[in-house]
């Protein structure tokens, strides 16, 4: 296989052809060789990102009308919830993340895929994997640790499915064409090697017989705070790292920040796991050490903040042009705030009002949607039109799901941080909220804000997957010009 | 053949690193703790249970409770858990050494539930009862007001009474009662969860937790609901 990934893309490159052609024509056999797998991965996450909006409004629901398709135990609250958790993360986040990865891989290493089949078998088996883990968990047959409720059947078939991924990337990288190591490529490459061997040591290890008592729960923490670290946020920030300057056509401002941002961030956010126990039946230190290593974070999340920002400087004007940079933008200061409300709401102060409440579920959503999701919805809009050879149908269908998926996530995430840290409060005032019907009754108002919330997201999420299908059928506008929000003026770099 | 790059040692290590610190060294140090056992007074905590109270915690697991209650109580500096009568004492990972599953859970919609079992209510001596949580789990508005803990309906079933009434069948009142002859008992599964549920108690003093606090009188029916 080697020989057959390492083959030059350029054969093509006849005497009279400008060194721009050959460029282009290079940038097009890569793109044309990881058509069918990247289109693959994309189509399937989109499907069920349809599914995960449709059980997550369900569930929303369920909580302030609770008899809402109460009488099956399939549908109960406590199943739909881990499906809902699990479709988003497994079936959309991480393949709309691995799709974007292969891409931008295949653009950096700068080598023609010759063995598309991997990624599309792994891409079967991932789907698979994830539609045996959901019926599982419908059906009560799951693990109670989050985002490892899928059983053994489904965790293997997902392994089996990244393992490939892994293995495939690793060989790009070892395969790429000399020169310069960018900087997203470290991430990617990070994230090829992490994901299969953080996914693999946990489920082999949580309900294993020969791990006892709360021992699973120290190890399932550390690997849901590893997925959020070492996949959704590697990627993200190098689809950011990578989107920015190809559109706005600058380098990043600079890129001993940016090495800095990686290493210290993949270092410290290893050790967070069990800023998820704070005060829980484990040894004091454990969740000192992980609060402190949060703390550290402060440092990426100020050398990746300025350094985007920076790059950016001269050319935020292009937030009111391209999809791409507005959905990445979005995506970065939902980072720098989902970092900093994560860092505040875990200090072993605030720790008793926010433990165990829906601020949790608020800063989870500000990491995995705000950010990670909003960055692969931009990096769709740029990646699509390069694979299927059109460009995108609508401006205003753009425009639409923006305001959608940006108002509708950022007004739940509002309203969880806030109903979170009320229901905190209430929790520890026994004296004046004795019942917990009482607790109920102050964060109600907010729950049923949340399933309103939903609506401009089930818009924003119908309206993308139509116009992507569309995008599937070749409907879209002819090739050349990208569908932009408005026109960018004469001089201006053009993505 | 390329040399691997820094990149590859540097991956390595960065996992490695968290790997040890947060999977490895809790095993090591948590994963060989034994009960306490006091051989005089012929005291041994905890207690491995099996039978009906293993099979209602894979009914506890299968249902999902877990998206709603914990069962872990922090102790005095980490929130007011105690003063709202969750438990007497903090607990600590000796309290889970046989639990298979470990149920810590992750959220609070509902009261923690980690003493449920050893739980009173000085005001209304039938809460808790057995007889309570089959209630309760039938249709949580008749125990609790403003609940929106879902019903488990479909954890009971509608008997011609034969003979004798089941003891434990629902004392359900107006119209949720069952037709004449007719009665809604608990399945299997009911009665297994609910066995688990009456069994919970993290109560036995346990050095490493510090000393057991009086429950405070004010808050006696902090628990569940009303």
């Known amino acids: 296989m080697p ?32 058509r069918t797998p990247v289109m693959f991965f994309f189509t399937t996450a989109q499907t069920w990102l349809l599914a995960a909006t449709v059980i997550g409004f369900i569930c929303s629901i369920k909580l302030h009308w609770p008899t809402f398709l109460g009488d099956w135990s399939f549908l109960t609250y406590g199943r739909l919830w881990p499906a809902f958790t699990n479709i988003f993360v497994y079936g959309w986040a991480l393949p709309a993340g691995i799709g974007t990865s292969i891409w931008i891989t295949a653009r950096l290493t700068r080598v023609v895929l010759r063995a598309p089949w991997i990624p599309i078998i792994s891409g079967i088996f991932w789907n698979i994997g994830v539609t045996v883990g959901v019926i599982a968990v419908l059906a009560g047959n799951m693990q109670p640790y989050q985002l490892l409720e899928f059983p053994r059947q489904a965790s293997v078939l997902l392994f089996i499915a990244y393992a490939l ?47 006892h008592g709360v021992v699973n729960n120290a190890v399932a923490a550390w690997y849901a705070q590893g997925l959020l670290g070492y996949f959704f946020a590697s990627v993200g920030l190098g689809t950011i790292y990578y989107l920015i300057p190809k559109v706005i056509g600058k380098p990043i401002h600079s890129y001993n920040l940016a090495l800095l941002g990686f290493w210290s961030f993949e270092i410290f956010w290893g050790l ?4 998820r126990f704070t005060g829980g039946p484990f040894p004091v230190w454990y969740s000192s050490l992980s609060i402190a290593a ?41 980072w720098l705030v989902g970092m900093v409300i994560t860092i505040l709401g875990s200090v072993r102060e605030m720790a008793p009002y926010t433990e165990f409440t829906n601020f949790q579920i608020g800063s989870f959503q500000l990491l995995v949607y705000a950010f990670f999701t909003m960055v692969m919805f931009g990096a769709m809009y740029y990646i699509v039109p390069r694979l299927v050879g059109c460009e995108w149908l609508s401006a205003s269908f753009i425009r639409l799901h923006f305001w959608g998926a940006g ?17 905190g409060s209430c929790w ?45 059928l070749r409907l879209g506008q002819p090739s050349g010009e990208p569908t932009l929000f408005a026109p960018i003026p004469e001089g201006e770099h053009k993505p | ?52 109270q293993a099979q209602g915690r894979a009914v506890y ?27 007497v004492r903090r607990t600590v990972a000796r309290d889970y050494i046989y639990e298979r599953p470990v149920l810590l859970g992750y959220m609070r919609l509902g009261p923690d539930l980690a003493n449920i079992g050893s739980r009173k209510d000085p005001d209304d001596p039938d809460k808790y009862t057995p007889a309570w949580h089959y209630l309760h789990l039938y249709n949580p508005h008749l125990t609790s007001p403003g609940s929106i803990m879902p019903s488990y309906k479909f954890l009971f079933e509608d008997r011609k009474i034969a003979g004798q009434p089941d003891p434990d069948a629902l004392d359900l009142p107006g119209d949720l009662a069952p037709a004449p002859g007719h009665q809604i008992v608990p399945t299997t599964e009911a009665r297994d969860l609910v066995a688990y549920l009456t069994s919970l108690d993290h109560s036995h003093p346990l050095k490493e937790a510090g000393p057991n606090i009086q429950p405070p009188k004010t808050t006696g029916t902090g628990g569940a609901a009303k």
């Open chain 1, 407 to 423: 108002y509708g996530i950022g007004f739940m995430i509002l309203l969880l941080i806030i109903s979170g840290l009320v229901q």
């Open chain 1, 294 to 334: 949060l703390i550290l974070l402060l440092i990426p999340v100020g050398t990746v903040g300025v350094n985007i920002l920076m790059t950016m400087r001269d050319d935020t004007h292009m937030v009111y042009h391209s999809p791409a940079i507005r959905f990445t933008m979005y995506g970065t200061v939902a």
């Open chain 2, 1 to 52: 053949m390329k040399p691997p790059p820094r990149i590859f040692s540097g991956i390595l290590a960065v996992f490695a690193l968290s790997f040890v610190v947060l999977a490895v060294v809790p095993a090591l140090q948590l994963g060989g703790l034994q009960p306490f056992v006091d051989e005089d007074a012929g005291d041994i905590y905890p207690i491995d249970v099996s039978g009906v």
């Open chain 1, 165 to 211: 991924i892994g293995v495939w990337g690793v060989i790009m990288f070892h395969n790429r064409r000399p020169g310069h190591i960018y900087i997203s490529l470290w991430y990617l490459v990070g994230a090829f090697f992490w994901f299969p061997w953080l996914y693999a040591s946990a489920n082999l290890m949580v309900g294993s017989p020969h791990l």
């Open chain 1, 3 to 34: 020989e057959s990934l390492t083959a030059p893309a350029t054969t093509v490159g006849a005497p009279d052809l400008t060194a721009a052609e050959v460029e282009w024509i290079d940038r097009a056999l890569i793109d044309e060789s990881v």
């Open chain 2, 61 to 87: 697991v299968s249902q999902g409770c877990v998206a709603c209650h914990t069962e872990q109580v922090r102790g005095a500096s980490d929130g007011a858990d105690l003063d709202r009568g969750w438990g």
């Open chain 1, 272 to 275: 967070t796991g069990m800023v």
């Open chain 1, 428 to 472: 520890n005032a026994p004296a004046d909220f004795k019942h917990p019907t009482e607790v109920l009754d102050e964060i109600m108002p907010y729950l049923i804000g949340r399933s309103l919330a939903w609506i401009p997201l089930i818009i924003a999420h119908f309206l993308f997957f139509i116009h992507f299908i569309a995008m599937l």
